[in-house]
């Protein structure tokens, strides 16, 4: 079993950033992989980006190509994602979720994943 919870969203201005944090807890934190999910009003909940176990392999949605980064401690039981350069797309309520599996290609279907955090709300201002 693993739990998760996300912290560090809040405000920020269009072009600047933030970084998210996902706390676990429970055992075998560092066999999973880890993604990021965002979900905006009206709007169904999309894949942001992900990260093996080790943290060597990375992926993200072309809309965040470039800009979001995410990273993973395991020996504090957390992952990152840093967002820079923040557009009025951006908003949405932020997911980490946690998966067992990554096969030949990155998960990127929520239905790949186990576990899901809470969220935290992201608000770009213009």
């Known amino acids: 079993q693993v739990q998760l919870v996300e912290s560090g969203g809040g405000l920020v201005q269009a072009g600047g950033s933030l970084r998210l944090s996902c706390a676990a807890s429970?055992?075998?934190?560092?066999?999973?992989?880890m993604g990021w999910f965002r979900q905006a009003p009206g709007k169904e909940r999309e894949f942001v980006a992900a990260i093996n176990w080790s943290g060597g392999r990375t992926y993200y949605r072309d809309s965040v190509k470039g800009r979001f980064t995410s990273s993973r401690d395991n020996a504090k039981k957390t992952v990152y994602l840093q967002m820079n350069s923040l557009t009025p797309v951006d908003p949405a309520v932020y997911y980490c979720a946690a998966t067992a599996g990554w096969g030949t290609r990155a998960p990127s279907s929520r239905y790949e994943y186990d576990y899901w955090g809470q969220g935290t709300q992201v608000t770009v201002s213009s």
């Open positions: 429970g055992r075998t934190f560092s066999s999973y992989a």
